[in-house]
């Protein structure tokens, strides 16, 4: 049976290779998982809701005041205010960044959304002075080129806490031979609030002192902090320090929308309607959960196939040392020598047998015996008795199977039917009236 056993190795070291295959496989998915788990449950402990910077690009919009005739004026940021899903229509920005119009009407106001796509704007808020720099442009028509902000009350905000200004800074521009006043050539710098409830030098409204670096062609545009909600307007910066700039907090902001009942879009608000849209998807589980499930799936997985290889790596292990250690089976003839029937009387006297089976049955019955009387032979049954050698106990073992007339040993003791006896080579057995005698040896 050596080539079944051939066969279940062959089995099993594909087991092991297969089992090994998809082990690393899920143990790649796991760990890819685990870091994703880690990257979201950071976010979720240090973010809980928020927006991404990328995001909040989508709100940010180039602003001109240009006179067609001989394209003189000026130009900044601005940001769309309104509530979630509104096409944008509404534009804050600083009161300097049009105040051309202030002195010539001739200018004319336009929003870009990219290169060559702009729409004129109407200028509904204009203020600049000590108390207030500060205009509100309203778009001649809606457009889904960009999304509203969501702001947050800057009461809450403190020294120290991160922000992120983006804009659209002449120093950037200018080097810049692709600007295109899309968001791709929008600029993203990051600080940290120096100071709350400052007033610049001859200014009496309340700003934030931030280390984020602006400059012109920033004012007019948003400052963020780290979860993406707006809490100001970048609007001055000293001439001899890039590291002290100037925004106006959003409730100066909010104070002018109020009043100009324009809608726009809190953070309270919406956190609410996120918690209240994350309890309405119901069985809808989050991507944390999602991710969490997955990885300990393939974490299972893993060791699931792991453990499949190991056992089949033990079993194929027992069966190449089972295979290659010789297994002494009973009747096996393992010293090199040969096991000899010699008839000493009867019927075959003189005769010369080789046992060359496991064992060797005497009697009349041809189909189960290997060593076969005629059928007429007296006191010999169809199934007599049977000899092998142990290669354990080095004799042979001689047993009666239930014949009529009984199997005898030398000392004329007759065996007793069913029972194994042992006796060692040169030794002598009879059968029935010992009539018939043989004696077994081993040779070489």
């Avoid at 457009?143 to 969501?150: A, G, I, L, M, N």
């Avoid at 931030?210 to 012109?216: E, L, P, Q, R, V």
């Avoid at 040969?338 to 000493?344: P, V």
């Amino acid at each position: 049976m050596k080539w079944v056993r051939r066969i279940i190795m062959i089995l099993l070291a594909l087991g092991i290779a297969g089992c090994g295959f998809l082990s690393y496989l899920s143990y790649d998915k796991w760990k890819e998982a685990d870091k994703e788990v880690t990257r979201l449950s950071l976010l979720k402990d240090t973010q809980g809701v928020s927006i991404s910077t990328s995001e909040n690009q989508e709100s940010v919009v180039f602003v001109m005041c240009i006179r067609e005739s001989d394209m003189a004026g000026g130009y900044g940021s601005g940001y769309v205010v309104g509530e979630p899903g509104d096409k944008a229509e509404y534009i804050v920005t600083n009161g300097h960044v049009v105040s051309y119009l202030e002195k010539d009407d001739s200018f004319e106001v336009r929003v870009y959304f990219g290169k060559n796509d702009y729409k004129p704007a109407e200028v509904i808020f204009y203020q600049y002075d000590k108390k207030l720099d500060m205009a509100i442009l309203k778009l001649s028509k809606p457009t889904s080129d960009r999304t509203p902000v969501v702001i947050r009350d800057s009461d809450e905000v403190n020294a120290g806490d991160k922000c992120v200004a983006i804009g659209y800074p002449d120093k950037a521009n200018d080097l810049d031979t692709n600007f295109a006043a899309d968001i791709a050539s929008q600029t993203v710098t990051a600080g940290v609030i120096g100071k709350v409830n400052v007033s610049p030098a001859g200014k009496s409204y309340k700003s934030f002192q931030i280390d984020a670096f602006i400059t012109h062609g920033n004012s007019g545009g948003p400052l963020f902090d780290e979860n993406g909600f707006l809490i100001g307007m970048n609007t001055e910066g000293r001439e001899d320090s890039e590291n002290v700039n100037f925004s106006i907090s959003s409730n100066e902001i909010t104070k002018i929308l109020d009043k100009e009942d324009i809608d726009y879009t809190t953070s309270d608000d919406y956190i609410k309607s996120e918690s209240a849209d994350s309890k309405k998807s119901g069985k809808k589980k989050s991507e944390l959960s999602k991710k969490e499930e997955e990885a300990n799936t393939e974490k299972i997985k893993c060791f699931a196939f792991a453990g499949g290889a190991a056992l089949c790596a033990v079993i194929l292990l027992i069966l190449a040392i089972v295979g290659n250690k010789k297994v002494v089976m009973v009747g096996e003839q393992d010293d090199g020598k040969k096991s000899i029937l010699y008839c000493t009387k009867g019927l075959y006297a003189g005769q010369r047998f080789e046992i060359t089976g496991h064992t060797m049955t005497f009697g009349r019955d041809k189909n189960t015996c290997t060593f076969v009387f005629p059928e007429n032979t007296p006191g010999i049954s169809s199934n007599h008795c049977s000899v092998y050698f142990d290669a354990r106990t080095k004799n042979f073992v001689l047993t009666d199977n239930g014949s009529t007339y009984g199997t005898y040993l030398a000392d004329g003791r007759k065996l007793t039917k069913g029972v194994p006896e042992q006796i060692a080579p040169g030794s002598t057995f009879a059968l029935a009236d010992k009539a018939n005698e043989f004696r077994i040896e081993r040779e070489e």
